[in-house]
């Protein structure tokens, strides 16, 4: 096969997929507060990190907003949501609750017993955004000052010879509670929102 018809036959699935990707719309869900570090001005700044999800019968979306530095970026996390409406079955999303998880399991210790540490704690957490280009992110706990500071470090990154995105989002303890009942519970509600919503218009248009 040469370019020419490689290009063609990668732009037909990237659109069928794009199509797929946006059948449904994907509602506001939560944000919560976090940090980024900017190397230019030597300080940091807020960032929000917003959640979306909607749901079709078939399969459902979580995407998480990213305030980048150059643009709003959107890591999506993709479901079949068919048949028990079960969100367990996306790896990459698994690995983001395990790592959010261990933030706070760990955010806790540190303060409880005033301990200072810096550690990964998984990689490879997404793998797409909601255009489907490649994105990589990565977890890490940080705890300071006595544990006084704790932060649950989310790398995000854009994968491409020539992507520009990239920053570290530090969570603080208290918005990493907040994200984690975000995801594990504000979102089910959203996604059971989503779907009597396409419900009620399917029976506007019998």
Do not use: H, P
């Amino acid at each position: 096969m040469n370019i020419t018809l490689r290009i063609i036959f990668l732009f037909i699935i990237l659109t069928t997929f794009s199509k797929n990707l946006y059948s449904y719309t994907l509602y506001y869900v939560g944000e919560v507060e976090s940090r980024v570090y900017n190397d230019a001005w030597s300080q940091f700044f807020d960032k929000k990190i917003k959640v979306y999800a909607g749901a079709s019968k078939e399969d459902a979306t979580i995407g998480l907003s990213f305030d980048m530095s150059l643009t709003e970026f959107t890591v999506a996390y993709r479901f079949d949501y068919m048949n028990d409406k079960d969100l367990a079955k996306n790896n990459f999303f698994n690995d983001l609750i395990y790592s959010l998880n261990k933030g706070v399991e760990w955010s806790q210790i540190a303060k409880d017993n005033s301990a200072e540490t810096q550690k990964k704690i998984k990689v490879d957490l997404c793998n797409m955004t909601l255009e489907w280009e490649g994105v990589y992110c990565e977890a890490t706990f940080f705890s300071a000052n006595q544990g006084n500071q704790t932060d649950f470090i989310l790398l995000v990154k854009e994968d491409g010879e020539y992507s520009f995105n990239e920053d570290k989002f530090y969570i603080d303890f208290n918005n990493q509670k907040k994200l984690q009942d975000i995801l594990l519970n504000q979102v089910k509600d959203k996604l059971l929102y989503s779907l009597e919503q396409q419900e009620k218009s399917a029976d506007l248009f019998n």
